[in-house]
């Protein structure tokens, strides 16, 4: 279902960034290497935010409009630009199959023997994440439809909320202060549940007319999904593929992130294993063997099987709300059908 | 005059700042934080950008409304957050008398004792600037003037403009290519020009209905003035006060900044003072035995006087513009003052 979104945003994207840069070139030369480098970083990512503006503004409309499309693709713009800003917080270097915007230009900047490539790199990316919000309120400042202000309104009070939720992020993967069960469902409910379903599903609902009281089911809906989805993310930066993923495995471990599943294993841990693992969380040059530690004693004491428990009654939950949208059959499973995917993506 | 403009929103924000903490408690603790630290920032500056806006505006109406001050307030919440952006890019420590964001959250991470306190620091500042991008387009799409769509779409179609010029001229930082005349005024100009004043002098007079003849003008007329702004920034981190600027002098030569000064300098000086210049720009570590050497360089060569012959063209282009614009007197001396203030201020 959303790969057939991805395929409208895909075609919108071959025409207006080429257009953009016809537009920038009059600035200076950087207008064509931007454009073409973030044509491809978009168009290699999962487009699932954009994909659900989609989505959910097919609830209410029989065809997807032109606002719709110019609106989930801002969404991707924005949404690409937190990424990039992301690694390099993160000091990712893989992303979307592919090596991250600041790694592409700490390259280039090694090549022309700039004195701290790594910096430069970084330097570019910082503003390239700014362009990219820019081009995407530009978008959403063209949409016709009446509840345009009302859209922006929400879109943007959303990502504010979500740069808060970065930020506790952020210091959680340098404080040595373990976050409670609860603080770190917050943040999935804020960086992920919020942002990444309730969002687009509340853009593309509000754009086609949806009443409020179902924007609230939605709202609630997207929460849920979102913290499984990321409580699958947690999964697969451990247990994933990396040809799949399009990252190395156990990023995680290495930026000490507060996930759930690091969680109940410090949790369930003797002091003797919190010990080795305090050494091994946080330390950006662990081998494959204490990788492979982790992952052996998250086994050994059951860790995914006590998240199969939270997922499980989330799960139902999020059956419960879609239920209580009282949607068209066809409709409605579209939405089980991203539940399913959901829980059992490989990417 | 730009003074009583800046008043108006120091008083905006100390309202609105407060009451955006208390929205953002819910999410976490870091709420309180942000918004002190940001209300604090945006009050040390000078407001220039804000103040435009709201002097434009009242080119036409009598009284400022409340959708001009929110437009105001975006603008610098917005310019703000580049800044802060900026400083991670530049290394910068000090901006408004103060240490910068960045800087300010690096101390924050030393005194927690945080692996890598620096990157810390930086990692905060560009999820604070973010946030502040995204306060500021809310804010913008709060507006209720029939102009709104335009105004959006302006202001975020000029932003895009910036960060391409941003990346250049990071790039001329760290180049070893020399900018041609033309480059470094190109830069000027959109970083600068159209960015600082065009954009928000267009932005006042859209809100307030100015006829599009006008507007016109009033871009060409920005962006002479903005290139004289620049100008004065330039000699001004060379030449200025810094209890007066707010920031050490000499940071422009350590980041090897493409200024007009710094191509003039090099097109005018011998081979073997090219020499030790190269040495000096760019240099992290100079002493302020090799800033004196330059500043020297600069007073000897008559650098400063190469540059009056530019900067007395502008002013002549500039006053010509502010004719054509057929203002009344009251407002035609508002203009002619801030030209005025933007050749002879001291910070």
């Given at each position: 279902m959303l790969d057939l979104h991805k395929k409208v945003l895909v075609s919108f994207f071959n025409k207006y960034l080429p257009e953009k840069e016809k537009e920038y070139k009059k600035i200076n030369g950087w207008s064509e290497y931007i454009c073409t480098k973030l044509l491809q970083f978009i168009i290699n990512g999962k487009m699932i935010r954009g994909g659900l503006v989609l989505r959910s503004y097919l609830f209410i409309k029989d065809n997807i409009s032109e606002d719709a499309i110019k609106v989930a693709a801002a969404i991707e713009l924005i949404h690409s630009s937190l990424l990039i800003h992301d690694d390099i917080m993160d000091k990712d270097k893989f992303r979307r199959g592919e090596k991250t915007i600041p790694a592409q230009f700490s390259e280039i900047g090694e090549k022309q023997n700039y004195l701290n490539p790594e910096h430069f790199g970084n330097s570019i990316g910082i503003s390239f994440g700014d362009l990219g919000f820019f081009m995407g309120f530009e978008l959403l400042s063209q949409i016709k439809e009446v509840s345009e202000n009302k859209v922006n309104e929400f879109i943007s009070g959303e990502l504010s909320k979500v740069t808060l939720a970065q930020m506790q992020d952020v210091d959680g993967g340098y404080s040595k202060d373990e976050f409670s069960e609860n603080e770190i469902l917050s943040i999935y409910k804020y960086k992920t549940g919020r942002y990444s379903i309730s969002t687009p599903l509340i853009v593309g609902a509000m754009l086609a007319g949806m009443p409020n009281h179902n924007l609230r089911t939605l709202e609630n809906l997207g929460e849920d999904l979102g913290i499984l989805f990321q409580i699958k993310d947690d999964e697969l930066n451990l247990f994933g593929k990396k040809n799949k993923t399009g990252k190395p495995n156990g990023s995680d471990i290495r930026e000490n992130k507060k996930t759930l599943l690091r969680h109940f294993l410090y949790k369930s841990s003797s002091k003797e294993q919190q010990k080795k693992l305090r050494f091994i969380?946080?330390?950006?040059?662990?081998?494959k063997v204490q990788i492979k530690y982790v992952l052996d004693l998250i086994k050994e004491l059951k860790i995914r099987e006590r998240i199969k428990e939270i997922t499980n009654k989330l799960e139902k939950k999020t059956k419960n709300y879609i239920d209580e949208l009282k949607l068209p059959d066809k409709q409605k499973h579209a939405f089980l059908e991203f539940l399913e995917y959901n829980l059992e993506r490989k990417k």
């Open positions: 969380f946080g330390n950006s040059n662990i081998s």
